[in-house]
């Protein structure tokens, strides 16, 4: 079978890791052609992993790149546009989260992706991809805990990335829909339910300034699912000790704690500071091989014919509950979340 021919939009923090991967680690793919309006970054790649098609206009790329997938890694606010053209020119799509910055952009994405059914649409919420939330999912669905029916969900960004966060923080959409949008879809797909009422709070201690963009430097939540279960999110920017992603899933006979101590590896230091574990650092460290996994998950739904098992609809549901999160927050008041 010939390799999947895909283009890249997007070569930030994030589109670099997949073009990388699509280059060096996914032998069923070959990466075609890559977009970015920065220069630097079409350079980046055609000098180190041989780019040859590169566009700095993604319309003209989807109209003339030789190509029959595209990867969005842009930024946000474009996702909703670029996913149309790409759909609506006969592409398959992977498409980074999230789906859209607004329910409206979500809404209409779900129309686009079901106007074209024999396309695979794909949208990036790689945890479920991560060794261990998988090998958990395979203990949930084997009754290894018994009944789930509490999800609770550490998500905090390291502090030395602060610089970044208050840069990014006017046009972000906010901590819940920005950040912890991953923790929401994890606590769905455990609980396999949606919420119906959350309330939350934020609030900016070491870092005041993110009170000045109407955004929380840390969040608490808590939310009621529609079949009983209930959630919890604690989701913030100042984790002094690395990046911290821990999540527990509590059940009727037991529970499963993924990285209560969020390790780099398994090595163990013991030196004048005691016994020492490092912390791992960032999100493209701790998720690598989820990052990897999702992308060679889309690339063999393509050619195999198959629909992944994340749908467009998950990314709608995500954003309603992540903005009914924030309003909870702002409002200072419970919230029945609207679908
Ligand atoms: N799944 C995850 O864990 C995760 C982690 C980080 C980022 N993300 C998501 O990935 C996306 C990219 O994030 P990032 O941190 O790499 O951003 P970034 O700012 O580093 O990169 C953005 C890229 O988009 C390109 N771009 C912007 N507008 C464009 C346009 N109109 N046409 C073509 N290219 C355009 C820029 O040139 C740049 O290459 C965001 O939507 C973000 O939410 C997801």
């Not at 794909?122 to 395979?138: H, V």
Request: glycine content about 8%.
């Amino acid at each position: 079978m010939e390799p999947l021919k895909i283009g890249i939009a997007g070569l930030g923090r994030l589109g670099k890791i997949h073009a990388e991967n699509l280059v060096k680690r996914i032998p069923n793919a070959t990466l075609t052609a890559a977009c970015s309006i920065l220069q630097h970054e079409l350079d980046f790649v055609s000098k180190h992993l041989g780019i040859k098609q590169l566009y700095t206009d993604y319309d003209e790329m989807i109209r003339s790149a030789d190509m029959d997938a595209v990867a969005i890694i842009t930024t946000s606010g474009m996702h909703c546009a670029h996913l149309t053209t790409a759909l609506e020119a006969g592409k398959h799509v992977f498409c980074e989260k999230p789906l859209g910055v607004t329910i409206e952009e979500c809404k209409h994405a779900e129309k686009v992706v079901e106007a074209h059914p024999n396309q695979v649409f794909f949208l990036g919420f790689m945890r479920r991809f991560d060794a261990s939330y998988q090998y958990a999912m395979e203990k949930v669905k084997s009754g290894a805990i018994g009944q789930p029916y509490l999800v609770k969900a550490v998500g905090i960004d390291p502090l030395k990335y602060i610089e970044g966060a208050l840069k990014f923080a006017p046009t972000s959409g906010g901590i819940y829909i920005d950040m912890a949008i991953h923790d929401i879809d994890l606590m769905r797909w455990f609980l396999n339910d949606d919420p119906d009422t959350v309330y939350a709070l934020g609030s900016s201690y070491g870092y005041p300034e993110f009170a000045s963009f109407g955004d929380a430097e840390t969040g608490c939540a808590l939310y009621h699912f529609k079949n009983g279960g209930m959630g919890t999110i604690h989701t913030g920017r100042t984790a002094a000790h690395g990046y911290h992603i821990e999540t527990e899933i509590v059940g009727t006979k037991g529970s499963i704690r993924i990285s209560p101590v969020p390790q780099k590896n398994l090595a163990v230091f013991y030196n004048e500071h005691g016994v020492v574990t490092e912390c791992v650092g960032s999100f493209p460290e701790r998720f690598e091989a989820a990052y990897l996994k999702e992308m060679q998950v889309f690339v063999d739904c393509v050619l195999q014919a198959t629909k992944p098992e994340i749908s467009v609809y998950d990314g709608t549901r995500c954003t309603q509950i992540a903005f009914a999160t924030t309003q909870s927050y702002k409002e200072g008041k419970l919230v029945n979340i609207q679908y």
